[in-house]
C-alpha cells in the first residue's frame, strides 16, 4: 500500500471540496500525520496540522516530520473509526425508522445525535 510508506500527508487548498472531504478521512485513518490548508469541516478534528502562509507550511511539515507520536497516529485513526458505510447505513435505517414512526424529521436527527436508536422493523 502506498500510503504506509509516506511520511506524512499534504493537501493544498482544491476547488473540489468534496473530493478533499474523502481524501483527508482516508488520510486520518491512515494514522499518518496531515499537512494542510485550512478546510472549514475539519477544524475541530485533532491531529491535523494546518498553514495559510508558506512559512507555516513549512513549519507544520517539520513539526509532522520530528515530533509524531504512537498517540497523534492513534488519534487521527480515532477520528475516523466510526466513518465506515455500516455505520452509515444504520444511521440511514434508525432515520427511516424514525420518521416511519411518525417523528419529525427534526425530532428524528435530534434523536441520532443523542446517541438513541430506534428498532428497525
Request: aromatic fraction near 6%; avoid cysteine; hydrophobic fraction near 40%.
Amino acid at each position: 500500500m502506498l500510503a504506509s510508506s509516506m511520511s506524512l500527508s499534504l493537501r493544498s487548498a482544491v476547488k473540489n471540496d468534496e473530493v478533499l472531504t474523502i481524501k483527508v478521512r482516508e488520510y486520518l485513518a491512515t494514522g499518518k500525520p496531515i499537512v494542510m490548508a485550512p478546510l472549514y469541516e475539519y477544524r475541530d478534528v485533532q491531529g491535523i496540522r494546518f498553514y495559510r502562509t508558506v512559512d507555516e507550511f513549512i513549519d507544520a511539515v517539520e513539526d509532522a516530520l520530528h515530533h509524531e507520536t504512537d498517540e497523534g497516529r492513534d488519534l487521527r485513526r480515532a477520528q475516523v473509526r466510526t466513518s465506515t458505510w455500516d455505520v452509515r447505513a444504520q444511521q440511514l435505517g434508525t432515520l427511516i425508522a424514525s420518521l416511519l414512526q411518525g417523528r419529525t424529521f427534526q425530532e428524528a436527527t435530534a434523536q441520532q445525535l443523542l446517541g438513541t436508536t430506534a428498532s428497525i422493523q
